[in-house]
Nanobody
Framework: QVRLVESGGGLVQAGDSLRLSCAVS?????QAWFRQTPQKEREFVAG???????AYADSVKGRFTISRDNAKDTVFLQMNSLRPEDSSVYYC?????????????????WGQGTQVTVSS
């Protein structure tokens, strides 16, 4: 059984950094971070494939970095230069496929979400 547990969210000021963590138990091959606000659909933020290829949404390229520690079964999202528009609930997602996909429907497993709030 796969379980994802996110941590690391919080309240920060614009320009600050945060690192989100996702502890993964069970067998998955690729992971991603999505985010969602009440006003928007869940959107892709970043993903990492089985062979550690990465993909990013245009809005976070150059500011966010996704990585994975295979020994600890943990996926990270390092978020730098945060902006108020990055405020959202961030979700960790995982799937049995080795490739990253930007569509939320492609992911079978989801965490409970962690809130990130960036004040201006």
């Amino acid at each position: 059984q796969v379980r994802l547990v996110e941590s690391g969210g919080g309240l920060v000021q614009a320009g600050d950094s945060l690192r989100l963590s996702c502890a993964v138990s069970g067998r998955t091959y690729s992971q991603a971070w999505f985010r969602q606000t009440p006003q928007k659909e869940r959107e892709f933020v970043a993903g990492i494939s089985w062979v550690a290829n990465t993909a990013y949404a245009d809005s976070v390229k150059g500011r966010f970095t996704i990585s994975r520690d295979n020994a600890k079964d943990t996926v990270f999202l390092q978020m730098n230069s945060l902006r108020p528009e990055d405020s959202s609930v961030y979700y960790c997602a995982a799937r049995a496929s080795v490739k990253v996909d930007t569509m939320a429907d492609s992911y079978e497993y989801w965490g409970q979400g962690t809130q990130v709030t960036v004040s201006s």
